[in-house]
Nanobody, 124 residues
Framework: QVQLVESGGGLVQAGDSLRLSCAAS????????MGWFRQAPGKEREFVAA????????YYADSVKGRFTISRDNAKNTVFLQMNSLKPEDAAVYYC?????????????????WGQGTQVTVSS
């Protein structure tokens, strides 16, 4: 069992940056590849970024590539999402998730544990 708690969301202006954190507790954090997903009002939840257990490989949705960076600190049981050059279309509830898969997956059904989400609002 893994518990995930996101933090760092808030209200920002377009062009600003935010850093989301996801703290994990429970089983060994380094046993899980981690992902970030987001859900805007009226839309389905979508993949944002993922990172392998060691952090050696990352994977991004095309919509955030070059602006967002996923990273992790296994010593602190935390995964991060650095979001730069934010756009109004990035506004959503952001969720972190954990999978026992070895690779960084974009498939939601492969993630077993989910956090409660943190709200990101971007004003134009």
């Amino acid at each position: 069992q893994v518990q995930l708690v996101e933090s760092g969301g808030g209200l920002v202006q377009a062009g600003d940056s935010l850093r989301l954190s996801c703290a994990a507790s429970g089983r060994t954090f380094s046993s899980y590849s981690m992902g970030w997903f987001r859900q805007a009002p009226g839309k389905e939840r979508e993949f944002v970024a993922a990172i392998t257990r060691s952090g050696s490989n990352t994977y991004y949705a095309d919509s955030v590539k070059g602006r967002f960076t996923i990273s992790r600190d296994n010593a602190k049981n935390t995964v991060f999402l650095q979001m730069n050059s934010l756009k109004p279309e990035d506004a959503a509830v952001y969720y972190c998730a954990a999978t026992e898969r070895v690779y960084a997956s974009s498939v939601q059904s492969q993630y077993v544990y989910w956090g409660q989400g943190t709200q990101v609002t971007v004003s134009s």
